[in-house]
Structure formats: C-alpha cells, structure tokens
C-alpha cells in the first residue's frame, strides 16, 4: 500500500504527515484537528485546501479519490458558510482568496519541503547479532590496542573505550557494549529518517552543527594553522642592580612585582617597605605580598629607569613588568619588530623560545638542591645567584673551591 507524505499549514504553523492512500476525508480531519485545532473546531467545521480547492467528498472518501499525492501542501481552515440555508444543504462557499504575502510564503514552504526518500524499512538485526556483528566486532577488538583506533572511539563514544581500559582481554563485555552503541546510533538514524519527530530534527541539528563545526576547523587549518601552535610569552633582559634578570612583560597585569628570591638575589631586600603587604588577585589565583620597593634602577639596554615593585613570597618568576610600569615609561610592545619600545627611544628585544624555555628551568632551582649534597647553604645562594641559577656550573664552582682548600692544607 503506498505511502502519501504531505504537509499541512494554517499560515502560522507547519507540520509533516505520512498517510496510506486509503486514509479517509474523515480520519485526515481527526489527525490533522490533534495539531491545529482550536475551541470549536470539529470535523464538520473545518476543510483542508488544495490548490485553492477544498477536498470534498463523502465523509469515507480515501485520499487517492481525492486527488492527493505525495508531496502535496493542504492548508487548513475553518469553513465559511455562505448562509443559514446554505449550511443546512451543505453548500459551502468558495475559500476566500489568499493575499499575496501569504500566497508567496505557502510557495516559500512547498519549496523548503524535503521528503526522505529512504525511510528505513526495518531493523537489520545483522548489524547488531549474528555471525556479522561477531567478525566485526572481533575484526575492530583486534585493533583495540593501536593508538589512532583509541582515538576514534575516545572521541565516538567513550564508553568503548572505559571498557577496554578496564577489561582489555574481555571480548563478550566490549562486544556488548559495542552492540549497544549500534542500537543508539541506528535508532538516531531512524529518528532523523522520520520528518515528523521532534528529537529527530533536534539529532538533524546537531548533526549540521557539528558538521559546520568541522568545516570550520578545516579552513582554520588550511589558512590560520599558527592557531593551534602555542605561543611562548613575552620575556626582555635587563639589570637590577648590577644583577641580570629576565623580565616577564604583561600589559594584562595591573601592577608591577618582583620575587621575594629575586630582591634577595639582587641585594634589594633592605629596601622593602614591610608596611605595604596585602593580598593580590589574577588568573593564577590569589597570592600574599610582603612589601613594596619603592625605587630600583633598571637598566635596559644602555639606558636607567626608575621603577617601583610589589614584592611577592612565593612566585617561580623573578621579575613581572606591568601596566602601570609600562605606561610610566610610554612602553611599546612592538610584535612587527619583536621589541619593547620605551618612550625615548630605547628597545630591547624579546628573547627567542629557546631562552625562555632555559629560563624558565633555571628559575625552579633552590640553593637547597646544593646544600642535600654538602655545601653551605650561604655559598650555594651565592654561586647560584652568580651564575644565574646556573646548578650545574654552581656545583662545580663549589667542588672547584672546596677542592682548592683542600690542597692547600
């Protein structure tokens, strides 16, 4: 028996039906009101429009007598009766013209109408049992232990993967739940086969969703790929105090601070003020200050300038160059030249990846790492800090020295 799929409107809304051809008038009525009927509404006191013409006809008129076929656009409405008389004789008017906008919309939906030409008959329970499920799921647990294959289920569904993480030589529990991931993903298919389920048009969007997701990324990596490399931050050298030191800069912090270790390392821990401590916050979370130095010269390149620092007790990075430090001096971060341009003139360049990197090893060395081995704990602050946390260098410093004294008793 064939199957007739046809759309329904009322001007305002819109909704898709699939009928034998042998649905009657009647029956049409009933299941069309369920969607669009309102108080009052009967079978008797409504029509169903075709091409500008009411379907009409004893009430057990099948669909085919009628004229309908598959793709058809009805539109609903109440009937207007032309008098009493005339409604007592069944004699209805003509529907009333429609005006032209509503005439161009119906156009618009007839035209937006997409019937799915095949609709899944029935479930192939191959795919979920029998001798076919058993050598696929085989042939894919097999594979289970390759990395690219890891990747694929991590991503389609985790629970594959949760499975065989926990149970890596249990076939019959991966083949279970292998099975069911089956089940869901052909029942999705079957929803989103069906244009009159509501949760599949919501599947059908997603699945544009993603879809325009991916699409997205793939132009990013033909035309943007410098999108997924990171990017090493903005380190400058300059001098504290006659002592060298990388200096991060950050125009997205408020402040300028400078490590508790590093105005120790510099010989600036007689100039903080004690009175000044408090709390700062950042994206890094929330860290105590002990003091503020109120004045150090900086030098850069061959040039001085005072600057002022909030000093922290626990920060990995000696020196952070802020906003308000930056706007002192009518700082330019320069990404064109690579350089920190101040405002008379001077600039010093970034460092390059390699220099940040080693920097950023050297500075989680601790003079304690000397001291576990046997050198005091004042000469490990001070070969460290003479070789710029150097560990290896200041070791062999110490040895070298330790092993002058020694010859010379």
């Not at 105090?241 to 125009?251: E, H, I, L, Q, T």
């Not at 600036?268 to 130095?293: A, C, P, S, Y």
């Amino acid at each position: 028996m064939a199957q007739l799929a046809v759309t329904v409107t009322d001007g305002e809304n819109t909704q898709y039906y699939e009928f034998s051809e042998e649905t009657s008038l009647e029956d049409l009525k009933c299941i069309v009101l369920a969607d669009f009927g309102k108080s009052g509404d009967d079978v008797h006191t409504i029509e169903l429009i075709k091409d500008k013409r009411p379907l009409q006809g004893p009430s057990n008129t099948s669909l085919k007598a009628l004229g309908v076929n598959k793709g058809d656009l009805l539109f609903y409405s109440r009937k207007k009766y032309v008098s009493s008389t005339a409604a007592s004789t069944s004699s209805m008017a003509q529907p009333p013209a429609l005006d032209p906008a509503m005439q161009a919309k119906m156009a618009e939906l007839v035209k937006s109408i997409k019937i799915p030409k095949n609709l899944p008959k029935a479930k192939p329970k191959d795919v979920f049992e029998g001798a076919m499920f058993q050598d696929e799921a085989r042939r894919i647990f097999s594979k289970m232990a390759l990395p690219n294959v890891q990747a694929h289920f991590r991503e389609l569904c985790p629970a594959i993967i949760e499975q065989y993480t926990k149970e890596p030589n249990n076939f019959e529990g991966f083949a279970r739940v292998f099975q069911e991931f089956l089940k869901k993903e052909w029942r999705k298919k079957e929803l989103m086969a069906d244009p009159t389920s509501e949760e599949g048009q919501r599947l059908l969007a997603e699945q544009i969703r993603l879809s325009n997701i991916d699409h997205s990324y793939e132009m990013a990596m033909e035309h943007n790929p410098e999108a997924y490399v990171s990017v090493h931050m903005l380190y400058v050298n300059m001098n504290i105090n006659g002592f060298p030191v990388k200096a991060f800069v950050d125009s997205g912090a408020q402040v300028s601070v400078m490590s508790l270790a590093c105005a120790k390392r510099c010989d600036l821990e007689h100039l903080i003020d004690r009175r000044f401590q408090g709390t700062v916050r950042g994206v890094g979370g929330q860290q105590n200050f002990v003091g503020k130095i109120h004045m150090c010269k900086v030098q850069i390149e061959d040039h001085f300038f005072p600057c002022y620092f909030d000093v922290l007790a626990d920060r990995d990075m000696d020196v952070l160059f802020g906003l308000n430090i930056l706007r002192r001096h009518q700082c330019s971060i320069d990404l064109g030249q690579n350089k920190l341009i101040f405002g008379d003139g001077t600039s010093t360049p970034f460092l390059g990846e390699a220099e940040v990197e080693a920097y950023k090893l050297a500075t989680g060395i601790s003079n304690q790492e000397m001291v576990s081995i046997g050198i005091d704990e004042a000469v490990a602050e001070r070969l460290l800090r003479e070789t710029l946390n150097d560990l290896p260098t200041a070791v062999q410093r110490a040895l070298d020295k330790s092993s002058g004294n020694t010859m010379e008793e």
